[in-house]
């Protein structure tokens, strides 16, 4: 992870360059004896996070997923092949592959530690990477802020391809730093081989390349006034020809169709819950001091790794399709390494002597405990109360298929709006399509409010229409339950609200689930400003 040490140019004094080092330490420093002791219990609290509770949490969709993609037929009609997840098949395939070498299977914890293991050897990463961009206090406060961010912990903990991106993004972007200080074919090389592993665990390090491309066509430019205005005009083109370019690109359409209301706000929002309004604010002021306190090219390669790819989001969210912060998590370690730079250099030049006052040193001081607190309070609710971040879909499935055994009843109904995680904690192997079926009493159904609006099933396939009830919620509800009763069936409807409210935007679902149903079980779990708690309906008593 070494990149190439700093020299002055021939022509050039090496005072000249002595004040935009950072931390008062010659450029491209290495760790002391103490700082390798210390990156060591910062690794280790990093595993310990990483591994705690990993086989608790309940999947949340998106792993469901995973399930779904790694058991699926993999070729063939309807395989998984013929997806889009083939586009980024790194997470789906080590999972198919730890299953066929018999060290996987329907569980969470076997299904998810490949990924904890990649998150726990990201935190010596970052700080291996990040000591020749902010200097080898910075990279261990990174490393440590990494170690205990709840969001990187989340996906650290979950059977999706992020992950992998944030490791990606860290190894490429210390070799395009290395590759821009001595211009080595083998630093670019790496650099693409990085990037490419982030783009096979999912699409979004794809905006890698944005900040790279955008670092190497303007790190020759002059610093000048007239520099600067033609680089706005060229912002300017990006953001109008940015929708006309994904309109180009293969993963999109698909991305379209499941997303709709553009909304910036949303993007802002969700900004600050994932990567945390304190981490934030200290990465935008060390990125706009960094002309003073970084050379040139590492102020402006950490700008167009954080800058470009929000800016990106950004003209998506207001424009095109309402997207979250997450797809910018190929940001994490530049906004990171800023972060615990910028935290890092106003402590020492407080401490330094620049500045007077025992309050103002007191407050620099403050600084990196202050990020390091932000994380620890979020890391223990993920651990707690949030469960990880998950709602307790397990729970759930368990205490239906207990209620369903202890009325007598020969199997279960469960209509959810959660009918992957379902799948998996009641029917694991669904989606081998097995002849006959393993689960013949176990029936999962997708609650949708289109069917329930309508009645009419497969109603965009015309040669597949089949009308199963009246329109109407009401009905939809009636159906269900002379279904369940006929083959002796458990009906329950498992709901979580903000999704419900996704597929009911009349809410006549909600109003039929609380006239003609009864609340029998509430598993509460609160994730920041959404609720994730499961509601369990069932039919009232005649």
Same mark, same amino acid.
């Given at each position: 992870?070494?990149?190439?040490?700093?020299?002055?140019?021939?022509?050039?004094?090496?005072?000249?360059?002595?004040?935009?080092?950072?931390?008062?330490?010659? $450029?491209?420093?290495?760790?002391?004896?103490?700082?390798?002791?210390?990156?060591?219990?910062?690794?280790?609290?990093? =595993?310990?996070?990483?591994?705690?509770?990993?086989?608790?949490?309940?999947?949340?969709?998106?792993?469901?997923?995973?399930?779904?993609?790694?058991?699926?037929?993999?070729?063939?009609?309807?395989?998984?092949?013929?997806?889009?997840?083939?586009?980024?098949?790194?997470?789906?395939?080590?999972?198919?592959?730890?299953?066929?070498?018999?060290?996987?299977?329907?569980?969470?914890?076997?299904?998810?530690?490949?990924?904890?293991?990649?998150?726990?050897?990201?935190?010596?990463?970052?700080?291996?990477?990040?000591?020749?961009?902010?200097?080898?206090?910075?990279?261990?406060?990174?490393?440590?802020?990494?170690?205990?961010?709840?969001?990187?912990?989340?996906?650290?903990?979950?059977?999706?391809?992020?992950?992998?991106?944030?490791?990606?993004?860290?190894?490429?972007?210390?070799?395009?730093?290395?590759?821009?200080?001595?211009?080595?074919?083998?630093?670019?090389?790496?650099?693409?081989?990085?990037?490419?592993?982030?783009?096979?665990?999912?699409?979004?390090?794809?905006?890698?390349?944005?900040?790279?491309?955008?670092?190497?066509?303007?790190?020759?430019?002059?610093?000048?006034?007239?520099?600067?205005?033609?680089?706005?005009?060229?912002?300017?083109?990006?953001?109008? $020809?940015?929708?006309?370019?994904?309109?180009?690109?293969?993963?999109?359409?698909?991305?379209?169709?499941?997303?709709?209301?553009?909304?910036?706000?949303?993007?802002?929002?969700?900004?600050?819950?994932?990567?945390?309004?304190?981490?934030?604010?200290?990465?935008?002021?060390?990125?706009?001091?960094?002309?003073?306190?970084?050379?040139?090219?590492?102020?402006?390669?950490?700008?167009?790794?954080?800058?470009?790819?929000?800016?990106?989001?950004?003209?998506?969210?207001?424009?095109?399709?309402?997207?979250?912060?997450?797809?910018?998590?190929?940001?994490?370690?530049?906004?990171?390494?800023?972060? $615990?730079?910028?935290?890092?250099?106003?402590?020492?030049?407080?401490?330094?002597?620049?500045?007077?006052?025992?309050?103002?040193?007191?407050?620099?001081?403050?600084?990196?405990?202050?990020?390091?607190?932000?994380?620890?309070?979020?890391?223990?609710?993920?651990?707690?109360?949030?469960?990880?971040?998950?709602?307790?879909?397990?729970?759930?499935?368990?205490?239906?298929?207990?209620?369903?055994?202890?009325?007598?009843?020969?199997?279960?109904?469960?209509?959810? =709006?959660?009918?992957?995680?379902?799948?998996?904690?009641?029917?694991?192997?669904?989606?081998?399509?097995?002849?006959?079926?393993?689960?013949?009493?176990?029936?999962? =159904?997708?609650?949708?409010?289109?069917?329930?609006?309508?009645?009419?099933?497969?109603?965009?396939?015309?040669?597949?229409?089949?009308?199963?009830?009246?329109?109407?919620?009401?009905?939809?509800?009636?159906?269900?339950?002379?279904?369940?009763?006929?083959?002796?069936?458990?009906?329950?409807?498992?709901?979580?609200?903000?999704?419900?409210?996704?597929?009911?935007?009349?809410?006549?679902?909600?109003?039929?689930?609380?006239?003609?149903?009864?609340?029998?079980?509430?598993?509460?779990?609160?994730?920041?400003?959404?609720?994730?708690?499961?509601?369990?309906?069932?039919?009232?008593?005649?």
């Amino acid at each position: 992870m070494d990149a190439i040490r700093y020299s002055p140019h021939p022509a050039m004094p090496a005072s000249a360059l002595s004040t935009r080092r950072p931390l008062n330490q010659p $450029a491209g420093a290495g760790f002391t004896a103490g700082q390798w002791w210390l990156l060591a219990g910062i690794t280790l609290l990093g =595993i310990g996070l990483r591994a705690a509770h990993l086989g608790t949490w309940s999947l949340w969709v998106d792993e469901a997923f995973t399930w779904r993609d790694a058991t699926m037929a993999f070729d063939g009609e309807g395989g998984f092949l013929k997806s889009d997840r083939a586009l980024y098949p790194l997470a789906f395939l080590t999972v198919r592959a730890l299953l066929q070498a018999g060290v996987g299977g329907p569980d969470e914890w076997l299904l998810r530690w490949p990924f904890a293991v990649v998150g726990a050897l990201t935190v010596p990463v970052m700080a291996l990477c990040g000591r020749r961009l902010v200097g080898p206090a910075a990279a261990l406060l990174a490393a440590a802020l990494l170690a205990l961010d709840p969001w990187h912990v989340f996906w650290s903990q979950n059977a999706r391809g992020y992950v992998w991106v944030v490791l990606a993004a860290a190894l490429a972007t210390n070799r395009v730093h290395a590759y821009a200080q001595q211009e080595r074919v083998r630093d670019l090389v790496a650099a693409v081989l990085a990037t490419a592993l982030g783009v096979l665990a999912h699409g979004t390090a794809w905006l890698l390349l944005v900040g790279f491309v955008g670092f190497l066509l303007t790190r020759f430019l002059p610093d000048r006034k007239v520099t600067r205005q033609r680089l706005l005009l060229a912002g300017l083109v990006f953001v109008v $020809a940015l929708p006309w370019l994904l309109a180009e690109f293969p993963l999109f359409p698909g991305f379209q169709k499941s997303k709709s209301d553009p909304s910036l706000l949303h993007f802002v929002q969700t900004s600050g819950f994932y990567f945390r309004p304190a981490i934030l604010l200290t990465a935008v002021a060390a990125l706009a001091a960094s002309r003073r306190l970084l050379d040139r090219a590492r102020a402006l390669l950490l700008g167009c790794c954080t800058v470009l790819p929000f800016l990106s989001l950004a003209i998506v969210s207001a424009e095109l399709v309402k997207v979250t912060a997450r797809y910018a998590i190929c940001t994490l370690p530049a906004v990171t390494w800023l972060a $615990a730079f910028g935290a890092v250099e106003l402590t020492r030049r407080s401490w330094s002597g620049r500045c007077s006052g025992w309050a103002v040193r007191l407050a620099a001081a403050v600084v990196p405990l202050l990020l390091l607190a932000g994380h620890v309070f979020g890391t223990v609710q993920y651990h707690g109360d949030q469960f990880g971040q998950r709602a307790r879909w397990r729970e759930a499935c368990e205490f239906v298929v207990a209620r369903g055994r202890a009325q007598g009843n020969q199997g279960v109904r469960v209509v959810t =709006i959660n009918q992957s995680s379902a799948l998996f904690y009641l029917r694991p192997w669904h989606w081998r399509n097995d002849d006959p079926d393993p689960y013949p009493t176990t029936d999962v =159904i997708a609650l949708s409010g289109s069917l329930a609006a309508t009645g009419i099933l497969n109603a965009d396939k015309p040669e597949l229409r089949q009308q199963l009830h009246e329109p109407g919620a009401v009905n939809h509800l009636a159906w269900h339950l002379r279904v369940a009763a006929a083959n002796r069936r458990h009906l329950s409807f498992l709901v979580t609200m903000p999704e419900l409210a996704e597929q009911d935007p009349d809410g006549s679902l909600r109003r039929a689930l609380t006239t003609r149903c009864e609340l029998v079980a509430h598993f509460p779990c609160w994730v920041g400003p959404k609720d994730e708690s499961i509601y369990v309906y069932e039919p009232k008593p005649d």
